[in-house]
């Protein structure tokens, strides 16, 4: 039995069927020198030599584990981003339920809102037709009354992945 460790993973294993685990450049070292990082430093910042035949195991500096963990980070926002986005077309899971029963639900508030400002601005354009007249109209500053839609439930999934992709959950 003997402990090996990937070297292209960074995965350690102790007292393994050597047989099983190919000694190289892309497979594993046999007995790998580890008594300067293990167990105190995670397999994550130990740097394993590239060729075969040297087997000490060192610890990365300070600026190499930055690396890492920027990498790490990197990576755990794009699978959060993936599996947000992937969540309002899983029509099994509880998930996809969810997120499409939040959306609809934002989405008729939102609509309602929209339809509640149109009623809004067409009465303050009668009241405003009624007392201004047609000369003092012209005063009005532009964007009144301002440009409203409502939007259908396949536009405000759409809003939702394009704002995750873009970074809106993030934070």
Known sequence: MANVLNRVTNEY???????????????????????????????????????????AITEM?????????AAEAAALVTFNRAEAVAEPDDVDGFAGWRTRELIELF???????VNRIEEIQTALTNIRDQVLGTQ???NIPPGFPMATSTRPRSEAIQDYKDDINAGGADS
């Open 136 to 138: 003092a109209r012209q």
């Open 107 to 113: 989405n008729k508030r939102d609509n309602y809102l």
């Open 61 to 69: 500096d300070a600026a190499a584990k930055a690396v890492v963990d």
């Open 13 to 55: 294993r102790q007292s393994v069927h050597t047989p099983d685990f190919p000694d190289g450049p892309t497979g594993w070292m046999l007995d790998p020198d580890v008594s300067a990082v293990y167990p105190a430093v995670p397999t994550k910042y130990w740097v394993v030599p590239a060729h075969p035949g040297t087997d």
